[in-house]
């Protein structure tokens, strides 16, 4: 290979290799220097030799060569520390370990992985970084050319390196680079040599950048995208820009593509543009020739074109060449999508239609190899989100990876495409006072910093159909450098809106996108008369045991003209996978790996709708039912009609229905509907019974990601109130009780019950001598803090009730015709508490309990209920009540009423990355415990119940005033089946987990409770 003849016309030809100036090592505290001699961004692409590979943009492609697998790699806590002389030729290395790459270094042994959300992992002093503590990786890998590259440009590529890294080839030097998620590339052709040619690379954990990459993630470092050397030719395609819009009232295409050409010598070039459809033909074609490195592509039509959206992400293949006298020189493809975004009066619409943003926030995060993230994980992630009803994905807060663009190109999700830009540790817009004087988002200094970064996003992925919506950075003030880079975005591409939440409502954003709003804010503004779409970018958080109230959101959203939606916060918990020899596997958080004594911000990485391994959590079930795009309403119990509504417009889906009884399938079948209206034949209903319909709306025909039959859309409408439907009928007391001292005794049928009439106590409950309950029920008031909890401190100014249940006196004890009235002072609450035993007809057992709190200063209740213990072997629970999934009474609409079994032990929802209070259900008629001999205890509600049935005691869950780094592994099951019988539990909340408390109507807040329920031995 004759590089040594190129060398020497490339360095006179080319600006690129003006550069003479020798590393310094303090570009890496320098904003103002924000690269050396990295390419132009561009839009992602890969160079083919012909057109069929190009169209095909599959399997080998020869210009190509992957660096990725095993590099030499040596560690260093310090700079100083660091090898300083590894790029030099014949620098032996083999005493040096391996590295996989990509990889995140701290998870492969080297370094500790870091969690902070706001705070710096390092002091704060920008631009400067503590020379005292900055790791560093060196980096070394060998590799060869093909010789078929000889005259083509090599350029070097990296992904993404996190960190600020130094690039040297055979001992030269090739340049630098501090911005991570977007392409670092390089022009490496003069630094070539026949053979073997080393890399040699210095990254420096952080950096000046690092003050404008502060997202709420694990701090990671290292190489951790795909690295490749490629060929293209000296005359090339070096970007193009293609925009695939809708015209003619939106059932035409209009194609439009700027190409710029790059190499030394353009003359006598043209370029073609072909266009072909899903099947391969040619639907457009056209031939210019280069002037001046550029061709415009313009106005090319595609009549009844098959537009692209979410259900039908249908694409085309853009194929681009290059050719000189007939001949090809080079060639690109891109899969494009026509489609139209625009805002007009009517809000944010896609191809003319007011669309709705049911979103989620992603981090690409995998629980093994952090940062670095499969096609497999990938694929899982959009899989799960088309089968959840999630449309729109925020990359927050970076640029991900462009094979997940292409991925959401091909499947159909929106994406709201992010800057790497969050400077939330030197202050943000709208959450209180900051220096601006040293923020780096009102600096002239850094103004380069922050506009690259918007370039790199911008131009790598302009042509993907998939992004509807730039975003300028997060977190990241609002100053001089964001109206740059908004004057950039908007002169750069008219196609598609640009939003930025610290911007407010000021003119530099096209829509209001703020984050975790009250209702009452989403209220004003949906009656203000703003025009601009608000769209939520974070909303409704997700940590632990969280979404509580999500439906009232898009009451509200649903009720106004300028509001559209938003994304939750987040996909998925940021939990690292640890094996521990003594505990076993768990996903760690800030705090574990090695961290604890570093600045960590515990679990708060895991606000996921899906854990670590993407185990749904069961609020995801909410969120599916209320982001549906298939509305059932005005259900009328005397016709059997009912309306539907679709938010959809080309998807088809088949309807079903089921009428219970008394929670039992009284009939079932298939529906049409005539007019967006569906009807169904309703049996003579018969008072005493509680009847529900349940309709649902199922995937008609195979689409990629949701198979035939899958349930896109449900509702159910109950026939009378559950206050009317939850009545027990003959709770009769029994008369005549044996009295036997201090007791009253009861025996029939096998059934023997006694109370003591001095100390309240039931002192036997059996059938044919046995004993079901170890632990006789007792008043029960607490819950183990979830993470909701602890963002309002609630396990402080709650805790009173921990114990409320222990610290008790006795007060009397009442005698009646059947039973006994127990009478309590709950001395820690200063309350009132009685409970009523009453021995029905049969050997049932009524308990009744009141609470009446004296003290209006004590804090608001956890929970109105009791608890009870039963043997282990009482391991199956089945019962009446809203199901099957866990639900709270803020987050139960998607939990259907119906009769539901299953074993104790899966209960237990051990997906939560910290254990929390869990496993509860809501408006429950029965419930039952059985064993395998036939044994039941049935619980029966004279009002609505909620229970939970677990192996587990709240105290298991329940660190204490701080959180004590817990994890599922930290608690075991006992030999018992713990059961609490409640009448209420307060709402889970969400709206954010650092002080908003549950909404008003799912808080415990009366100073007096009552309810009862009725037990019985089967």
């Not at 050397?229 to 819009?245: C, E, G, N, Q, W």
């Not at 537009?307 to 290059?322: K, M």
Request: overall charge negative.
């Amino acid at each position: 290979m004759k590089f040594s003849r190129i060398l020497s016309g490339l360095l006179l030809l080319s600006p690129f290799f003006a550069y003479s100036q020798s590393f310094t090592f303090s570009e890496w505290e320098n904003p103002e220097l924000v690269e050396i001699n990295k390419l132009a961004p561009h839009a992602e692409m890969t160079h083919f030799s012909s057109i069929a590979a190009a169209k095909a943009d599959a399997g080998e492609n020869l210009n190509y060569k992957s660096l990725n697998g095993n590099w030499k790699f040596k560690y260093a806590d310090t700079p100083g520390e660091s090898p300083q002389d590894f790029m030099e030729e014949g620098f032996d290395a083999k005493l040096w370990s391996s590295i996989p790459v990509p990889s995140n270094w701290e998870l492969e042994g080297h370094g500790i992985p870091i969690y902070t959300n706001v705070i710096y992992p390092f002091p704060k002093n920008p631009p400067f970084i503590d020379h005292a503590y900055n790791p560093v990786g060196s980096y070394i890998k060998e590799f060869t050319v093909p010789e078929n590259w000889e005259g083509d440009d090599v350029i070097l590529s990296f992904g993404s390196i996190s960190g600020a890294a130094y690039i040297w080839l055979n001992g030269k030097e090739v340049g630098f680079t501090k911005v991570s998620k977007t392409a670092a590339e390089f022009d490496i052709t003069p630094f070539l040599k026949r053979g073997t040619n080393t890399l040699a690379v210095k990254v420096l954990r952080w950096h000046d950048g690092s003050y404008i990459e502060d997202q709420d993630f694990w701090r990671l470092s290292g190489i951790e995208r795909d690295v490749n050397v490629y060929a293209r030719p000296k005359t090339h395609i070096a970007d193009y820009f293609s925009k695939a819009l809708l015209v003619n009232n939106y059932k035409d295409g209009n194609l439009a593509v700027d190409l710029n050409v790059g190499g030394r010598s353009i003359a006598g070039f043209d370029a073609v543009l072909s266009l072909f459809d899903a099947n391969g033909n040619v639907v457009a074609q056209q031939s210019q020739k280069v002037k001046d490195g550029m061709v415009s592509f313009k106005a090319i039509k595609v009549a009844n074109v098959k537009p692209w959206n979410t259900e039908t992400p249908n694409l085309y293949n853009l194929v681009l060449t290059l050719n000189k006298a007939g001949k090809l020189v080079d060639a690109v493809s891109q899969k494009v999508g026509f489609r139209t975004v625009e805002i007009t009066d009517k809000g944010l619409l896609v191809n003319g239609n007011r669309i709705f943003v049911k979103g989620v926030n992603r981090h690409e995060h995998d629980p093994k190899t952090g940062h670095v993230i499969s096609k497999e994980s990938m694929l899982e992630d959009i899989r799960l989100m088309k089968l959840f009803n999630i449309n729109t994905v925020r990359s927050s807060h970076y640029p991900n990876d462009p094979l997940w663009l292409k991925l959401c190109n091909q499947y159909g999700l929106f994406v709201i495409d992010e800057a790497n830009v969050e400077t939330h540790g030197m202050g943000a817009e709208l959450q209180g006072w900051f220096d601006k004087s040293v923020h780096p988002a009102y600096l002239p200094e850094w103004k380069e910093a922050h506009l690259d970064r918007a370039r790199r996003v911008l131009e790598r992925d302009k042509n993907h159909p998939s992004v509807i919506v730039w975003s300028m950075g997060n977190e990241c003030g609002n100053g001089s450098n964001f109206q740059a880079i908004y004057d950039y975005m908007k002169g750069r591409d008219d196609s598609r809106p640009v939003q930025s939440e610290q911007a407010g409502e000021e003119a530099n954003t096209d829509i209001v996108t703020p984050m975790y709003p009250t209702m009452d804010a989403m209220k004003k503004y949906a009656s203000s008369g703003a025009k601009r779409p608000y769209i939520m970018c974070e909303y409704s958080h997700a940590m632990g045991n969280s979404n509580g109230n999500f439906k009232e959101y898009w009451d509200v959203i649903y009720g106004s003209d300028n509001l559209q939606g938003g994304c939750i916060w987040d996909w998925v918990d940021q939990g690292l996978e640890v094996n521990d020899p003594y505990k076993g596997k768990y996903f760690g958080y800030g705090g574990d790996l090695g961290s604890q004594n570093l600045r960590n911000d515990e679990n708060f990485c895991a606000n996921g709708l899906v854990s670590s391994d993407r185990q749904v959590h069961p609020a995801l079930y909410e969120v599916k039912k209320v982001y549906q795009n298939v509305h059932f309403k005005n259900f009328d119990w005397k016709t059997g009609s009912f309306d539907v509504a679709l938010q959809t417009f080309f998807t088809d889906y088949t309807y079903t229905y089921k009428l219970l009884k008394n929670g039992e399938e009284l009939s079932t079948g298939e529906l049409s509907l005539t007019g967006g209206k569906g009807k169904v034949n309703i049996p003579s209903l018969i008072d005493g019974n509680d009847y529900v319909f349940q309709v649902f709306a199922l995937q008609k025909s195979f689409d990629a990601m949701i198979p035939t039959g899958h349930e896109v859309a449900r509702e159910e409408f109950v026939y009378k109130p559950l206050k009317d439907v939850f009545l027990l009928k003959n709770v009769r007391p029994v008369s005549g009780l044996t009295e036997n001292g201090n007791l009253y005794i009861f025996k029939e049928n096998g059934i023997e019950i006694a109370l003591n009439k001095e100390n309240g106590s039931i002192v036997k409950f059996e059938k044919d001598g046995m004993s079901y309950l170890s632990s006789m029920p007792q008043p029960y008031f607490w819950r183990a803090p979830i993470d909701n909890d602890f963002g309002h401190n609630f396990q402080e100014t709650a805790s009173v009730w921990r114990t409320a249940h222990s610290s008790k006196t006795l007060k009397s004890v009442d005698n009646y015709e059947g039973g006994i009235k127990v009478n309590y002072t709950l001395n820690d609450v200063s309350a009132d508490y009685s409970i009523s035993y009453t021995i029905l007809e049969g050997g049932r057992l009524a308990v009744k309990s009141d609470l009446k709190i004296n003290d209006a200063q004590v804090s608001e209740l956890p929970r109105m209920g009791m608890r009870m213990q039963l043997p282990k072997a009482f391991n199956v629970v089945n019962y009446y009540g809203r199901g099957p999934f866990e639900n709270y009474q803020d987050r139960n609409t998607a939990s259907f009423l119906g009769v539901y079994q299953d074993l104790v032990k899966n209960q237990f929802v051990d997906t939560y990355i910290r254990p929390q209070e869990n496993g509860y259900r809501t408006d429950t008629k029965w419930v039952k415990l059985k064993d395998d001999k036939g044994h039941t205890l049935k619980v029966e509600g004279m009002q609505p119940l909620s229970f939970s049935a677990l192996h587990y005691l709240t105290e298991d869950f329940d660190p204490g005033m701080t959180k004590k780094q817990m994890h599922p592994t930290d608690v075991s099951e006992r030999d018992a089946t713990i059961l609490h019988i409640d009448l209420l539990q307060r709402g889970v909340g969400g709206d954010n987990s650092w002080g908003y408390m549950p909404h008003k109507p799912y808080r415990l807040e009366n100073n007096s409770y009552s309810y009862a329920y009725v037990i019985t031995l089967e």
